[in-house]
């Protein structure tokens, strides 16, 4: 992964446009960073686990690729540091010429007596000044400050062609009093942020006409700022309060954290259930650090990275589990090629009483073992299942009454199909699922039918199963989606970004459902044969679930489609 990352920073770098990967490369250093300190960790872990000397400290193995970065990044940066001196220096090269054209402008209107070469001056500077690129930022105001007073300064010191100035000025005045006018509607435009950007439009637009006469200037300035002003008051208040926000923000982090802390030192049921219900946990943990909203730049972040590193250590458990479980499952394996072996040494046997007492033992002590790794499981069971064909195969030659037997199973089996067909839903979710859950444990426990039935017995009661399931699963997607409409409502009430933001999450999550829908069936398709039904039919269940809540999240994007266009 982190080589992947390293090839994209590589890549980017052969862009000569510095700005243009600014964003991507910073973002790969911070992804490269969190894949090195999950490396500490693991090493440091690993050495913990590990058999050394007392005094022996942890060192860490820095992986080749990490020297290949820190490389690329200290070109980055370089081309980096150049790039800020550039624009520094071309911002300093642009403050001086402006400055010299604000000395020129103030010295043609302090001393040049020639009305023609005057006007030939202030055009000149007019016209370079717009052209000259970016002053540095503490600077700005003040510079364009003192042009605007001294492009006011110079048109109103200026005597000759009265009447044309007196023609600008009535102009200007007219288009002052439209734009007055036009800021009288501010009142009217609904949302702030269209407001704020009518007003900072309108405004440019009344310092880019000049002056108007003197005798109403004040007057028809305090009009139109009257107009204005409130409107930046308004945002002023505005973010002033969203920056109060940032405080409680904080504080619903701080406690998610301690609600994170806490769950993170509590043990996990060592089940796949418990793990999953964990997982669901701290995933609805951080989806609600991303509601709490921003807390500020000066806490934000170090909020953050003390999330991420508890969520870090939730998932690190996880993953010692399941490592756990794979080391089970190669245990497993190595106990199911043992009975193979006893297995197979039995398939030619004549002894029937002996031998099948023992294959019998075997097969329960198959069971008993619990399952490999699934790379391994079906071919150890193929392996096994071959040695137990052969030998009741051979059997069965000898002891024909076994098809009566197998006869009186499939009847059997065909008598509890009909029940469950026959079984009426009662309304009671779990009573429900534990009556479907005894017509499983049922069914398998009746034991072998004639094979040339099996497949199409085993379709219809899968068939009869699925349907009752998905009557339950409509029920509680029903009461889920009635239940979500008042969230919904509430959302529709406040900001439209919330309903924005629910869409978004939403919308990952279903992605995230469909991947693991087409990763679940990819896998399905590597079990095959009789003894994977157990493996398929939880694969099919899990599909079933995934599929009905992506049902479900596709109702609700439809209720906040609805509510977005109200």
């Known amino acids: 992964m982190r080589s992947e990352i390293l090839t994209r920073v590589q890549t980017l770098l052969t862009n000569e446009d510095l700005e243009a990967i600014r964003k991507d490369v910073r973002n790969a250093i911070d992804e490269f960073r969190v894949l090195t300190q999950e490396e500490i960790r693991h090493q440091r872990e690993a050495f913990a686990e590990s058999e050394h000397e007392p005094d022996a400290g942890f060192e860490y193995v820095p992986d080749p690729v990490e020297a290949e970065f820190d490389a690329a990044i200290n070109v980055f940066k370089e081309r980096e540091k150049a790039w800020r001196s550039r624009v520094a220096e071309e911002q300093r090269v642009n403050l001086a010429q402006k400055l010299a054209m604000l000395e020129r402008l103030r010295h043609t209107i302090q001393e040049e007596e020639n009305i023609g070469a005057a006007f030939a001056v202030f055009n000149e500077v007019r016209e370079q000044w717009s052209k000259v690129g970016d002053v540095p930022g503490d600077r700005h105001k003040e510079v364009q400050d003192t042009y605007n007073r001294l492009r006011d300064e110079f048109f109103y010191n200026i005597t000759i062609y009265k009447e044309l100035k007196e023609h600008d000025l009535r102009v200007n005045l007219k288009r002052k009093e439209e734009l007055i006018e036009l800021a009288k509607g501010l009142a009217g435009i609904d949302t702030l942020i269209d407001r704020e950007k009518a007003a900072r439009s309108l405004q440019k637009q009344w310092f880019d006409i000049g002056p108007s006469p003197r005798e109403s200037y004040q007057e028809i300035a305090d009009a139109f700022f009257g107009q204005v002003r409130p409107v930046f008051e308004e945002v002023k208040s505005h973010y002033d309060e969203i920056r109060a926000s940032f405080k409680d923000n904080a504080t619903k982090k701080e406690a ?43 806490v934000n972040e170090q909020l953050w990275t003390t999330f991420r590193e508890l969520t870090d250590v939730f998932f690190a458990k996880k993953q010692l589990h399941y490592d756990a479980i794979k080391a089970v499952g190669k245990e497993n394996r190595d106990r199911k090629a043992a009975l193979i072996e006893k297995a197979e040494a039995l398939s030619n046997s004549t002894e029937w009483r002996t031998a099948t007492d023992a294959m019998i033992a075997l097969q329960k002590e198959w069971k008993d073992v619990g399952p490999a790794n699934p790379a391994d499981e079906q071919r150890l069971w193929r392996q096994f299942r071959k040695a137990q064909d052969t030998f009741f195969k051979a059997k069965k030659a000898q002891f024909a009454d076994r098809d009566a037997t197998e006869q009186a199973n499939l009847n059997e089996k065909e008598a509890l199909l009909e029940a469950i067909q026959a079984y009426e839903l009662t309304g009671d979710r779990k009573a429900d699922l534990d009556a479907l859950k005894e017509f499983g444990t049922r069914w398998n426990a009746i034991g072998f039918v004639p094979r040339k039935a099996l497949d199409g017995l085993m379709e219809r009661f899968r068939t009869a199963m699925d349907a009752k399931y998905a009557t339950l699963s409509a029920q509680r997607s029903e009461r889920s989606i009635d239940s979500y409409r008042g969230r919904v409502e509430r959302l529709a009430e406040g900001d439209t970004r919330g309903v924005a933001r629910e869409q978004s999450l939403l919308r990952e999550k279903i992605d995230r459902l469909r991947a693991r829908v087409t990763a679940t069936e990819e896998n399905l398709m590597r079990f095959t044969g009789k003894g994977a039904e157990a493996i398929r039919e939880q694969y099919e269940k899990s599909i079933r679930e995934d599929k009905r809540e992506m049902e479900e999240i596709r109702e609700k994007l439809k209720l906040l489609s609805a509510a977005s266009k109200a």
Request: aromatic fraction near 10%; charged fraction near 25%; hydrophobic fraction near 45%.
């Open 256 to 298: 998610l954290i301690e609600e994170l802390r806490a769950f993170v030192a509590t043990e996990v049921e060592p089940t796949h259930e418990g793990w999953q219900q964990g997982t669901a946990a701290v995933v609805a943990l951080q989806t609600r650090w991303k509601e709490a909203g921003f807390a500020g730049k000066e």
